[in-house]
């Protein structure tokens, strides 16, 4: 009845949320830390998932997936807890390279994650001993993060794990809420056989996770408690705070503390919540989406269930958008829109796809993830196993599986998306998908890629964004920069006076609009450039035209010190033979003709060779690169491209 009252009140006194803003507070602004304390039900009321003894209910559950789910877990019965030695999280601080001690990590919380899946669907305790195994073997880690994130966090800043300095980063988050769940679902059965082990369990979690989360906020820059000059708010922020929720909500008994720290979520989920634009597109790409508005919409979930369904965002505009930005950037047979560091490759979790579009409305999500599943020859039970260490996932892809089964496939097929604050343009045209971007240089992952574009023919790319390679330190170090998938010379960009453009929220487009009726994409590129370059305006105008994509560069310099060059990245082979045209030929049999004014322009081709599986699993052994230089200096002109689709 309070619980009822509470609501009421809530709704007659109208929500203070202020969209468009900048600090719209969004869950904030629907209870204070002491109505949210009336609010919040025990686990035994807000968990979906029945009690590991109630074995119809979970035969129920795993249905057609327990096979696989048990087999998995077989396959692990000997598994062998590998040791992350001292030199694996080194190697870091030594070479950069960050693989060699997620190799030996990754597997054991996998591992884990199994074995637990395995243990829910079967129920014969066959499992138990493994998953104490695994559960004890991850209590007498030093850190439960990886080297990449021990030395970015620690004070003094190693990769070698500092004892008591427990570090909330993304792995280690996550495997506190593994074992937060372990504890629910097996802490009967682990304290039947030791005690000690099961008190040690809660113990670690609260250690590593609720205690810092408390007491050390401003000490992670993802919480956003305090502002860090060398990061922005990304998929951090929600990935980890969706596992601090789980590990509160399943752990602390205390109301008032637990209250507390849930309305931190809820205050540090806000800050991500405010970074995001008001049209939901994803800045960080399709690759992060699963991390980012993904991990929103499993936070929001956790919280509406905690709050039995009283705190609630799905019929928001916003989270509805950014759940819909998956859909609107895909492009078919897999490919994706892939701005920043994220693949051309789709690898979003389709069950999560399916899930975040039941919830809010979306039609587009619910087909697109059938649609990927039919695709890739896969079926709704097989997605529900592959979800790795993330335990809430994979306990929710089980319970969306008769939904997921009865969704009809079905590829999305939007003429026209424009996100006028992110400045993403989709333009698709018959056999022609054309995105666009504007923004500024200091995205969240970010590549140097003001007014780029990528074209896709027959739903295949043929002018592309490589995307990003392996990561090591120099990724996110101060050699970013010298990577040359993140510069702008290697995507579809001019070279300007001999200048590329530069990093920095300073470095923005300018004027940057999108026309649908006209299928026309317009921005001012000058201020991506240094001062420098001399650059009074660079006015970049790329329109879709039946069956051809026309880019228009229109400028105006203070000087012209160096040859202007139109660089363009291809995934196929390039023909220069004929004067004025290029002719490009994709490995999936797709063919453009890029049509130039051969007396302004002389074009020469780099070939790049792909050594990094990251990039060589996507592009095939090499890409090249297409560069048009101009045969003359000239402070003002336009040059003209037209690219033409060959049939």
Request: glycine share 6%; proline share 4%.
């Amino acid at each position: 009845m309070k619980r009822t009252l509470l609501l009421l009140a809530l709704l007659l006194g109208g929500l203070a949320t202020t969209y468009g803003s900048d600090q719209r507070n969004l869950l904030q602004s629907t209870v204070n830390q002491q109505q949210l304390k009336e609010l919040l039900v025990s686990p035994s009321e807000w968990v979906p998932y029945p009690a590991y003894a109630d074995r119809a209910a979970w035969e129920a559950i795993t249905g057609e997936a327990k096979p696989t789910l048990i087999k998995n877990g077989e396959k692990l019965l000997s598994h062998e807890w590998i040791t992350v030695r001292a030199t694996d999280y080194l190697a870091f601080e030594r070479t950069g390279d960050r693989k060699i001690m997620e190799n030996r990590h990754n597997p054991n919380c996998n591992a884990l994650a199994t074995l637990v899946l395995a243990e829910l669907a079967e129920g014969k305790g066959r499992f138990i001993d493994q998953i104490i195994n695994g559960a004890f073997y991850f209590c007498e880690m030093t850190s439960w993060a990886l080297s990449a994130h021990t030395q970015s966090i620690q004070r003094p800043r190693t990769a070698v794990p500092i004892k008591d300095q427990h570090v909330m980063a993304l792995v280690s988050c996550e495997m506190g809420a593994m074992l937060a769940w372990v504890d629910h679902f097996f802490g009967s059965e682990i304290e039947a056989i030791s005690p000690i082990i099961s008190e040690r369990i809660r113990n670690e979690v609260k250690e590593r996770i609720i205690e810092p989360y408390f007491s050390r906020p401003e000490d992670f820059w993802w919480t956003g408690a305090k502002h860090y000059s060398n990061h922005t708010i990304n998929n951090w922020n929600p990935w980890c705070n969706c596992n601090v929720l789980q590990c509160l909500l399943l752990l602390e008994e205390d109301p008032e503390r637990l209250a507390e720290g849930v309305y931190r979520t809820m205050q540090s989920v806000d800050v991500y919540l405010n970074y995001v634009k008001e049209d939901g597109a994803c800045e960080e790409g399709p690759a992060y989406w699963g991390h980012a508005a993904g991990k929103v919409y499993d936070y929001l979930s956790v919280l509406h269930l905690a709050t039995a369904g009283n705190i609630s965002f799905f019929d928001n505009k916003m989270v509805k958008n950014m759940g819909e930005y998956i859909a609107r950037s895909y492009v078919g047979n897999n490919w994706v829109v892939n701005f920043a560091d994220a693949s051309a490759k789709n690898s979003a979790p389709v069950s999560l796809i399916h899930r975040y579009g039941s919830a809010v409305g979306s039609e587009e999500m619910c087909q697109m993830a059938a649609y990927v599943v039919a695709l890739n020859g896969s079926t709704p039970q097989a997605e529900a196993c592959k979800n790795g260490r993330d335990m809430w996932r994979s306990l929710e892809a089980l319970r969306g599986l008769d939904s997921f089964a009865a969704a009809t496939p079905a590829v999305p097929n939007y003429d026209f998306t424009w996100y006028p604050q992110t400045e993403f343009c989709y333009i698709r045209n018959g056999s022609i998908f054309l995105a666009t971007k504007g923004g500024h240089n200091n995205e969240s992952h970010n590549h140097n890629d003001i007014g780029t574009f990528s074209l896709y023919v027959d739903n295949s790319p043929v002018l592309i964004d490589a995307g990003v390679g392996t990561y090591t330190r120099q990724t996110f170090g101060k050699e970013r920069y010298s990577i040359w998938t993140m510069q702008s010379g290697y995507h579809n960009l001019p070279t300007i006076n001999g200048y590329s453009q530069k990093f920095g929220r300073k470095q923005t487009a300018r004027n940057t609009k999108a026309d649908q009726q006209r299928k026309t994409f317009t921005t001012d590129i000058a201020g991506a450039y240094p001062a420098e370059a001399g650059i009074n305006e660079w006015v970049r105008t790329i329109s879709v035209k039946s069956d051809k994509v026309v880019v228009s560069e229109q400028f105006s310099l203070k000087e012209a010190t160096a040859a202007n060059q139109l660089n363009f990245l291809s995934w196929g082979e390039i023909s220069t033979e004929r004067k004025g045209i290029v002719a490009i030929t994709t490995p999936e049999g797709k063919s453009i003709e890029l049509h130039y004014n051969a007396k302004a322009f002389t074009p020469t081709m780099e070939v790049i060779p792909q050594t990094d599986p990251r990039l060589s699993s996507v592009w095939g052994p090499e890409l090249k690169r297409l560069t048009l230089t101009a045969n003359s200096l000239t402070k003002r002109g336009r040059y003209g491209i037209e690219i033409k689709v060959v049939r």
